[in-house]
């Protein structure tokens, strides 16, 4: 059993309740247990860190000073808010690296009788632990009913693989970390170049223009590559997608219906639990149509991945070149 | 003959004293006095046609001690902090903490160029301070009253719907340590004013 610190963050609350229920679905087929940590507070997203330096990091701060007061044998701490991790590994890092920042944050923090050593809490996001510490092995074996013929883009959106303080990406641009994962729950994942680009945040409340533009940039773009859905890391991004793709298609005039939900309710699915019970349903653009008729598109091939059925294999065409083909081993992954 | 063109003293002195000003206003350790002007940022920036300067401009304003033109300038309000630029560097400048830092200055003195991200910024962590945790519906509804009231018509049907599916409390929710994380903050405040 992997054990783990918590941090979920206030958009796991509300807003982004579907990725807190598909979670808590999803923990013990991967044989992982969260431990919340107590009474933590909002790490203040990208808003505090634009007004005022020591207050913002005194306030993350004080989520790592009790994280490392409940850490038992050498747990990390794991964020599933993309936003949240960075400020969390930010603070970490850059208490490390700034002596000075160290001082005026642990000064602040011990007026509420509390100490952060940096490099105390190693700080990790929720994909690269499932990816790292549980394995594809592990979700390959929990997959009770495949993904097969669901066309998804997967979007890690910016803050998981960048600005990556420690070092845990050897891409940053275009990392497989997510295709993979859906890929071992049977899922088609489509090729789609813009999968760290920027949902645009809090600019559809601070500069709607711009917001909006990013998201029509993303969502015309997953279904260029013809996927039926997209699938997210982030509480920030979904609800980007999702809630103001109305608004957005209301700007350009265009009429994208593009549901976007998070890896885990995906997960979820897999794993033979209901939709409904992870959250799906939950989204302003419904993937629950969506979802139901592309598995039940594929009985056959969803057979074949299961092991049940023999694959098919097209016959080769005779007037055709000799072609190499790919042995089975390599085509994963 | 040729002369060597070089900055006259007094602007090479604005250029350093306003660089060490950002440098120590940075979270982090910034590599900015390292910029060799290629432009990588700007080109990696989905946002740059909505800012005033590039990162790269904005960069060599700084360098020539433009402080008021700095400070003044939309393009740290236009940041998405996506990082791509970050990444790209070939001089790992910490250009998304650069733009926080010119923001910080911004707020302390009043210069950003319209007040919408700093209201933003400012009701949501006066509530994060007062609560402990953020306070959705309460940020959005109060925002799109004070600043896009024409977008409130659209945005109601979106609100009901977010509502209707469970993802929106009416209440904020307060955590047990708001006396020792108001302590913790009122120190930190302190300590920011006197650096």
Known sequence: MNSYLYYPGCSMEGSGRSYRESLEGVLAPLGMTLEEIDDWNCCGATEY????????????A???????????????????????????????????????????????????????DPGTVKVRHLLEVILNDIGLDRVR???????????????????????????????????NDLDRLLRALGAEVVDYPLKTECCGGHMTQVAPKLGLELIRRLVS????????????????????????????????????????????????????????????????????????????????????????????????????????????????? | MVVAQVSPPEVADAGARFLAEVNSKTAGVSHLDMCIQCGSCGGSC???????????????????????????????????SCYHCVVRCPQEIAITDVMYAIKVIAEKEHTYPNNVGPDFAGVFIGQARRFGRSWEIGLTARHYLHHFILRLPGMTPMAF??????????????????????????????LERAR
């Open chain 1, 221 to 333: 773009e997953a279904e260029r590559r013809e996927a039926v859905m997209m699938v997210t890391v982030c509480p920030m991004c979904q609800i980007n997608i999702d809630a103001y793709q109305g608004e957005m298609n209301a700007m350009f005039h265009t009429h994208h219906k593009m549901p976007i939900v998070f890896f885990t309710q995906l997960m979820g699915v897999a794993f033979g639990l209901e939709p409904g019970k992870v959250g799906v349903g939950r989204e302003y653009t419904n993937a629950s149509k969506t979802l139901a008729k592309a598995l039940k598109a594929a009985p056959q091939e969803a057979l074949v991945a299961a092991g049940v059925a023999p694959a098919h294999r097209p016959k080769p065409d005779k007037r055709a070149l000799p072609m190499p083909r790919m042995a089975d081993s390599e085509v994963e992954e």
């Open chain 1, 62 to 116: 004080r989520n790592l000073a009790i994280a490392a007061g409940e850490k038992k044998n050498g747990q990390s701490l794991v964020a599933a808010c993309s936003a949240c991790y960075l400020n969390l590994a930010k603070a970490d890092h850059y208490m490390g690296q700034q002596p000075a920042l160290n001082a005026r944050v642990n000064d602040a923090l011990g007026a509420g009788g509390l100490h952060y």
């Open chain 1, 49 to 60: 860190v634009s007004l005022s330096t020591t207050p913002a990091y005194a306030m993350i």
């Open chain 2, 46 to 80: 989905p946002s740059a046609s909505a800012m005033d300067h590039t990162p790269r401009g904005l960069f060599a304003l700084i360098r020539a001690g433009k402080r008021d033109e700095v400070i003044r300038s939309n393009t740290p309000w236009m940041c998405l």
């Open chain 1, 141 to 175: 074996a929990a997959v009770k009913k495949p993904l097969t013929g669901l066309k998804v883009a997967p979007y890690l959106g910016c803050m998981v693989p960048r600005p990556d303080v420690d070092g845990a990406y050897a891409n940053h641009e275009q990392p």
């Open chain 2, 161 to 190: 719907g977010l509502f209707r599916h469970g993802r929106i409390g009416i209440l904020p929710h307060r955590i047990q340590g708001r006396k020792q994380l108001q302590a913790i903050l009122r120190r930190a405040d302190e």
